[in-house]
C-alpha cells in the first residue's frame, strides 16, 4: 500500500494535537491515518503524542 504523502497544513495540526495532549489513536482519527503514520511523523517532527494506554510515543 502507497503512503500519502503529508500536506505542511496536516504538519500543522498534528503538531496543534500533540500541544494539546491528544491522544495518538485520536490524531490518527482526526487526520484520517493510520496510528503507525502519526507516530512516524510526530518522531520526524520531533512531537510527542501518548497513546490510550498511557505509553508515551515519539520524542
Known amino acids: 500500500m502507497a ?3 503529508w500536506s505542511f497544513k496536516e504538519d500543522r495540526r498534528l503538531m496543534e494535537l ?4 491528544t ?3 485520536e490524531a490518527a482519527k ?3 491515518r493510520s496510528p503507525d503514520a ?3 511523523m510526530s518522531l520526524r517532527l ?3 503524542l501518548k497513546s490510550k494506554n498511557g ?4 520524542v
Open 3 to 5: 503512503r500519502k504523502a
Open 18 to 21: 500533540a500541544k494539546s495532549s
Open 23 to 25: 491522544s495518538l489513536e
Open 30 to 32: 482526526q487526520l484520517g
Open 38 to 40: 502519526i507516530k512516524r
Open 46 to 48: 520531533g512531537l510527542s
Open 55 to 58: 505509553k508515551k510515543n515519539g
